[in-house]
């Protein structure tokens, strides 16, 4: 009896959404693929591909392997050791993370701010922790991942507008609940296309109609404005113009967690209603150590964040002078629109097998034709790297037929 109950069970995981095993047959799986070294000027060293130039990566500075931030994430470990006593409102903070918030606040220009366990967390816990029933947000149709489960969490109203389309937005900011708060939430920079939020248009919607702004600086952290402090530095905007300042330490800062900047009282309140911080473990010293070390690196080396923007004019600018579509790409990340998904899984191949590690994203990640090799480059990518790259996408490209 016991038997046959155990013999009927429906498979224990679901149906996948892609075909895996396809990709393996074809040859273009290149997913999850062992790094044994990172090198310098922005290449890696990949089992049983060797030596590749990194398109792949989120290191937008090139700030892994950094000898500053090395030596303060080593010197954490020999003061602290590698963990911490758990959450931090039961076992208190280490001198590092307040360090460390008060680093974030100072980059951000704002009285204080928070540090989670991970990017997507922070996300996730400040959008439900700071919404009630009876309160609306707004959410533009690309935000990442995190941002959407984090509505999808809050008891709130979810309603969302069409990708950077401001008349969407103030449709829908004139049709929230007039009695409940509105929170207006987008990426600065979007993590698949790109492009950049239309902040000076989004804020004055939110004033007109009384609306808080949160804004994710995952992907424009060192990446905009001319010292790389972020999306109100490029717009020319005061530092208070976003309410929630979120971020990664994952990305341009080599290190793991996310944070929020903001006013004390905002920060204080995460600090003892947020579920992500309340019951989930303080970072870890060297991870701590390693992020405050980074925005310090960003501040002291102002060549890298020109480095990025001059890298992204010359691969973009060539892509799109021999007819490639990059959307509306301004920045690191470089959407190569391919159309179909294996037309993307094929040029991904080519591109491997030119040494170049690139990852094609394909749908139902992005939409169905607008299947594209998601290209990032960095400030250490070398110009002949740059070109190289460029030249081998160009041809296979042609080859395949995409230009
Ligand atoms: C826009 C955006 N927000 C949040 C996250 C989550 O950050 P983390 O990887 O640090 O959890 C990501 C991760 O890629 C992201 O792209």
Redo the contacts with the bound molecule.
């Keep these: 009896m016991i038997e046959q109950a155990i013999e009927n069970r429906p498979s224990l995981v679901p149906e996948m959404l892609w075909d895996i095993d396809h990709y393996k047959e074809e040859g273009l799986y290149f997913y999850l693929e062992t790094t044994e070294d990172i090198l310098p000027n922005g290449r890696v060293n990949v089992t049983n591909h060797g030596e590749m130039i990194m398109l792949g990566s989120?290191s937008y500075l090139g700030l892994i392997r950094h000898p500053k931030i090395d030596a303060a994430a080593k010197a954490a470990v020999e003061k602290y050791g590698t963990g911490t006593h758990g959450v931090r409102l039961l076992a208190g903070s280490l001198v590092l993370h307040n360090e460390l918030e008060e680093r974030i606040a100072r980059f951000k220009g704002t009285d204080a701010a928070i540090t989670f366990s991970?990017?997507?967390?922070?996300?996730l816990s400040t959008v439900s922790s700071i919404l009630r029933r009876g309160d609306t947000v707004i959410s533009d149709k690309l935000?990442?991942?995190?941002?959407v489960d984090g509505c999808l969490l809050a008891a709130a109203e979810f309603s969302r507008f069409r990708h950077n389309d401001m008349d969407q937005l103030e449709k829908r900011l004139a049709e929230a609940n007039p009695d409940g708060r509105k929170l207006v939430v987008a990426?600065a920079?979007?993590?698949m296309d790109g492009d950049i939020i239309n902040l000076p248009e989004v804020s004055r919607l939110c004033k007109k109609y009384g609306a808080y702004l949160m804004i994710?600086e995952?992907?424009s952290i060192g990446v905009l404005g001319e010292t790389g402090h972020g999306i109100e530095e490029y717009f020319g905007m005061p530092s208070d113009t976003v309410d929630i300042k979120?971020g990664?330490?994952?990305?341009t800062i080599p290190s793991?967690?996310?944070y929020v900047a903001g006013s004390a009282e905002l920060i204080t309140f995460l600090k003892h209603q947020a579920r992500a911080f309340i019951y989930s473990a303080a970072l870890p010293p060297a991870s701590a150590a390693a992020a405050m070390a980074a925005f310090d690196v960003i501040e002291e080396e102002p060549w890298r964040v020109k480095a990025i923007q001059k890298n992204y004019n010359h691969f973009a600018g060539r892509l799109r002078e021999a007819g490639f579509d990059l959307l509306y790409s301004e920045t690191a990340i470089v959407p190569v629109i391919c159309g179909s998904t294996p037309a993307a899984a094929t040029l991904a191949k080519y591109c491997r097998d030119h040494g170049i590690f690139v990852q094609a994203v394909v749908a139902p990640v992005v939409p169905e034709g607008l299947a594209r090799l998601r290209a990032c480059v960095s400030a250490v990518h070398t110009s002949e790297d740059i070109d190289y790259c460029v030249d081998v996408i160009i041809k296979g490209g042609r080859e395949l037929g995409i230009i």
Aim: charge should be negative; proline fraction near 0%; hydrophobic fraction near 35%.
């Design positions: 989120y991970s990017g997507y967390v922070t996300n935000n990442h991942a995190s941002i990426d920079v979007f993590s994710d995952a992907h979120m990664t330490l994952s990305k793991a967690g996310g």
